[in-house]
């Protein structure tokens, strides 16, 4: 069972992302075909529609299991859809199967909805726990959290050899500079990261209600630098690959 603010967070998600396939399906529709009466027909007939279709069902079963409280299958249920995400990205476009570039977006994907996606369940189950085990849940997540950022900077590092293509481009097209300041987000996340275990898990044990407050707003903080870095990451997927741009300029 999870946490009671951790249930809340992924109910309150879970009808987000359910109420947004549709208008995604609707945004598309538009952008494929032309026009948005065309929606059911994108939804059968393209790759799109039928991964959307899949992360919708994914979705819907996961939300009726947060009624009753979640769990591992629940949990299980998110991770796929987040995973089927993948097939809507630039990687699975050049290579048009599982290979390297599409395995590399799978882990960063889990790696990011593991770490960013647990910060606002994380910093509303302290707010709720007595001092020791409010440290003892600290470092557990920090451990985590830590596991992430490596998955994170392996596979970014990879990812942005292959998009990007050379520095030139990481300089001058729009995907680059988007990239750059991805990087420069991640960067503050990872100082976020940092300073939450080694200066204030640290004290938390000794300094009483006042340490938590303080560690509460700094994963609050890192919350929402890390929703910003997701709104990167979307633009990013939705602009073309440098590498693209050289090639055909």
Same mark, same amino acid.
């Given at each position: 069972?999870?946490?009671?603010?951790?249930?809340?967070?992924?109910?309150?998600?879970?009808?987000?992302?359910?109420?947004?396939?549709?208008?995604?399906?609707?945004?598309?529709?538009?952008?494929?075909?032309?026009?948005?009466?065309?929606?059911?027909?994108?939804?059968?007939?393209?790759?799109?529609?039928?991964?959307?279709?899949?992360?919708?069902?994914?979705?819907?079963?996961?939300?009726?299991?947060?009624?009753?409280?979640?769990?591992?299958?629940?949990?299980?249920?998110?991770?796929?859809?987040?995973?089927?995400?993948?097939?809507?990205?630039?990687?699975?476009?050049?290579?048009?199967?599982?290979?390297?570039?599409?395995?590399?977006?799978?882990?960063?994907? @889990? %790696?990011?909805? /593991?770490?960013? *996606?647990? +910060? $606002?369940? #994380? =910093?509303?189950?302290? !707010?709720?726990?007595?001092?020791? &085990?409010?440290?003892?849940?600290?470092?557990?997540?920090?451990?985590?959290?830590?596991?992430?950022?490596?998955?994170?900077?392996?596979?970014?590092?990879?990812?942005?050899?292959?998009?990007?293509?050379?520095?030139?481009?990481?300089?001058?097209?729009?995907?680059?500079?988007?990239? @750059? %300041?991805?990087? /420069?987000?991640? *960067?503050? +996340? $990872?100082? #976020? =990261?940092?300073?939450? !275990?080694?200066?204030?898990?640290? &004290?938390?044990?000794?300094?009483?209600?006042?340490?938590?407050?303080?560690?509460?707003?700094?994963?609050?903080?890192?919350?929402?630098?890390?929703?910003?870095?997701?709104?990167?990451?979307?633009?990013?997927?939705?602009?073309?690959?440098?590498?693209?741009?050289?090639?055909?300029?």
């Amino acid at each position: 069972m999870l946490f009671r603010p951790s249930r809340r967070v992924l109910s309150v998600s879970l009808d987000i992302a359910l109420l947004a396939a549709p208008v995604l399906l609707i945004v598309q529709a538009r952008n494929i075909a032309g026009a948005v009466w065309l929606a059911p027909m994108v939804l059968r007939v393209t790759l799109f529609g039928r991964v959307l279709a899949a992360q919708w069902l994914a979705l819907a079963l996961a939300r009726g299991l947060a009624r009753r409280g979640g769990g591992w299958p629940c949990l299980l249920l998110c991770a796929a859809v987040t995973g089927l995400q993948v097939l809507h990205l630039h990687g699975y476009a050049m290579e048009g199967r599982l290979g390297p570039l599409t395995a590399s977006d799978l882990l960063h994907l @889990l %790696a990011g909805a /593991a770490w960013l *996606g647990g +910060l $606002l369940p #994380f =910093a509303l189950a302290l !707010r709720g726990l007595p001092v020791t &085990p409010a440290a003892a849940l600290t470092r557990r997540f920090s451990r985590l959290a830590m596991g992430c950022v490596l998955v994170l900077a392996v596979t970014a590092a990879y990812q942005g050899t292959v998009m990007v293509g050379s520095a030139r481009a990481l300089a001058v097209t729009d995907y680059g500079w988007t990239a @750059l %300041a991805k990087l /420069a987000l991640f *960067g503050v +996340l $990872l100082g #976020f =990261a940092l300073r939450n !275990r080694f200066r204030l898990l640290p &004290p938390l044990g000794s300094g009483g209600a006042a340490s938590t407050r303080a560690l509460v707003r700094s994963v609050l903080t890192e919350a929402a630098v890390g929703l910003l870095l997701v709104l990167l990451a979307a633009l990013l997927a939705a602009l073309p690959p440098s590498m693209v741009m050289e090639e055909g300029g």
